[in-house]
């Protein structure tokens, strides 16, 4: 892009690229990303969550962009519900 909006860095592409098909990998996804990305998961699912928040995210590959959305909105909605009933 030159028209002055933020670019994803070749990580953030390779992370979006990585969500959209890692199901068809032989390998677990828990290691897939500990050799991929050179990070625990942990560190890995804040990335995924500030990538997915990126403006320019949705233009690189808007299906898998809005699925992590909603799959992390889903998250935070149990997670406020289970709280609100005691769970």
Do not use: Q
Not at 28 to 51: D, G, W
Not at 54 to 81: C, G
């Amino acid at each position: 892009m030159t028209d002055g909006s933020p670019t994803l860095s070749e990580r953030d592409k390779a992370i979006i690229s990585f969500e959209s098909s890692w199901f068809t990998l032989d390998e677990p996804r828990y290691t897939a990303i500990r050799a991929r990305f050179a990070c625990s998961v942990e560190e890995y699912n804040l990335e995924v969550n500030r990538v997915i928040d990126h403006p320019a995210a949705l233009e690189f590959d808007p299906l898998t962009v809005r699925r992590l959305r909603r799959h992390r909105e889903r998250r935070r909605r149990e997670m406020i519900e289970g709280a609100a009933s005691g769970d």
